[in-house]
């Protein structure tokens, strides 16, 4: 049986734990929301670095505790920099976030997409309809051939990803986190569903990417299935309470970084969270 409490107190221990060393994780990541991570990845307590080049990122990945890779703006050096990094993070078995942004468009995501499925990254988050185009794209369960993401936007809902997330999972032995208005997080077995965060996280670019930094900094401290469940969860309580504070996503952004940094062990505990197994599913 799958114990929610034993769940909770180890999200707690990872929240604690990053405060208390203020752990690295590099980033190759879009240009669109890259301040946006490194804050993020700040304000909960970690330590961040952005490059390009595959020498830099080689040695982000060995001097980090974890990486986080995002496809979201390719540049051309990214061909040679990305599956050479994703394999010295898989060969030293260095925990790494994969987001499939906008999966389906251009040939060169595609290929790098398709390159790090032999790279199995630890964490895989993405939104609902990035989740069913990547496991399409990587022939797996719950997948579709066409991808349904508009632009970097989800056309689908989070439930209808489920079975393809859990393929992903099972096949990378790692972690799903699948974003929207309520977040699944499943290693394959387990099928956590974590509640709130705010309508606003929609009205900003880069909830998601900064998501996806912020697992890679707990990724650091504790298994992908907590790392990403964590990071989920911190970013339900910092949206819920950003936006009781104010009237438009500007000043959301803002106040969403000042909840991130606020928000305790305690907190995190506290939010509302279902656990099930997925062989009930
Ligand atoms: N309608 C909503 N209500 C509550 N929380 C939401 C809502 N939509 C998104 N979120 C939250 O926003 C965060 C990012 O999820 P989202 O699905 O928007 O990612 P994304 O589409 O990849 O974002 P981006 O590509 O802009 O970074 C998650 O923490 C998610 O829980
Ligand atoms: C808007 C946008 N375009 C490419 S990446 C990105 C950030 C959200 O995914
Ligand atoms: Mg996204």
């Known amino acids: ?17 990053v405060r208390g060393t203020n752990p690295m994780a590099g980033s190759i990541t879009n240009t669109v929301t890259i301040n946006l991570v490194a804050n993020a990845q700040l304000a909960v307590g970690g330590s961040a670095a952005m490059v390009y080049l595959p020498d830099e990122a080689e040695f982000l990945a ?5 990486m986080c890779i995002n496809v979201g703006t390719l540049l051309p050096i990214y061909e040679e920099t990305l ?44 939104n609902a309809s990035e989740i069913i185009a990547l496991a399409g794209l990587w022939g797996l369960d719950g997948g579709t051939e066409q991808s349904n993401v508009r632009g970097v936007d989800s056309t689908d ?20 986190a699948v974003s929207g208005e309520t977040d699944l997080v499943t290693d394959g077995s387990i099928m956590a569903v974590s509640y709130g965060g705010s309508h606003f996280m929609e009205k900003i670019t880069g909830a998601g990417c900064s998501l996806g930094g912020v697992a890679a900094v707990y990724a650091t401290a504790t298994s992908p299935f907590i790392a990403a469940l964590t990071a989920t969860t911190v ?17 959301f952004q803002v106040q969403f970084i000042d909840e991130l940094y606020k928000t305790t062990a305690e907190d995190i505990a506290n939010n509302s969270l279902d656990i099930e197994e997925v062989s009930f599913l």
């Open 1 to 17: 049986m799958v114990n929610k409490q034993e769940i909770q107190s180890k999200m707690m221990q990872a929240v604690e734990a």
């Open 62 to 66: 060995k001097a980090g505790g974890a």
């Open 83 to 126: 599956p050479y990094v994703a394999k010295v993070l898989h060969e030293t078995g260095k925990p790494w976030v994969l987001d499939p942004v906008a999966v389906g468009i251009g040939s060169l995501r595609t290929k790098l997409l398709q390159q790090f499925k032999a790279y199995k990254p630890t964490i895989i988050r993405g």
């Open 157 to 176: 809902s989070v439930s209808g990803a489920k079975v393809a997330a859990i393929a992903l999972a099972k096949w990378t032995g790692g972690a799903v």
């Open 235 to 251: 970013y339900n309580v910092a949206g819920k309470r950003a936006e009781l504070k104010v009237d438009g996503p500007g000043s």
